[in-house]
Nanobody, 125 residues
Framework: VQLQASGGGLVQAGGSLRLSCVAS????????SGWFRQAPGKEREFVVG????????RYADSVKGRFTISRDRAKNTVYLQMNSLKPEDTVIYSC???????????????????WGQGTLVTVSS
């Protein structure tokens, strides 16, 4: 699976952005998908993960109620809709995919086998 993330950019606080993660290769329906973010010099931080086959989703507390993960099966694409953005959401976001990830491990970067390149989101105050 090859993943390519896009959609980052500059937005004012309170605004919205939608990130996309296009997958080439096997269908993402057979995988779990996740979004992570990382600031320079800091560890990768979990944002959201979903097990498509089970329909079970897990969000980080910091984004719950503001971010939503979804997909377009026909396009084999995963989206991250980000609303009510805050300056502290300013980091690089990456998408990931993996197989046989149990719900409790959706927040672990090591659970994912495939990673896309990051896309930078900048939220101005």
């Amino acid at each position: 699976v090859q993943l390519q993330a896009s959609g980052g950019g500059l937005v004012q606080a309170g605004g919205s952005l939608r990130l996309s993660c296009v997958a080439s290769g096997p269908t993402l329906s057979d995988y779990a998908s996740g979004w992570f973010r990382q600031a320079p010099g800091k560890e990768r931080e979990f944002v959201v993960g979903i097990r498509w086959s089970a329909g079970s989703t897990r969000y980080a507390d910091s984004v719950k109620g503001r971010f939503t993960i979804s997909r377009d099966r026909a396009k084999n694409t995963v989206y991250l809709q980000m609303n009510s953005l805050k300056p502290e959401d300013t980091v690089i976001y990456s998408c990931a995919a993996g197989q046989r990830i149990i719900y409790s491990n959706l927040d672990e970067p090591s659970s994912y086998n495939y990673w896309g390149q990051g896309t930078l989101v900048t939220v101005s105050s």
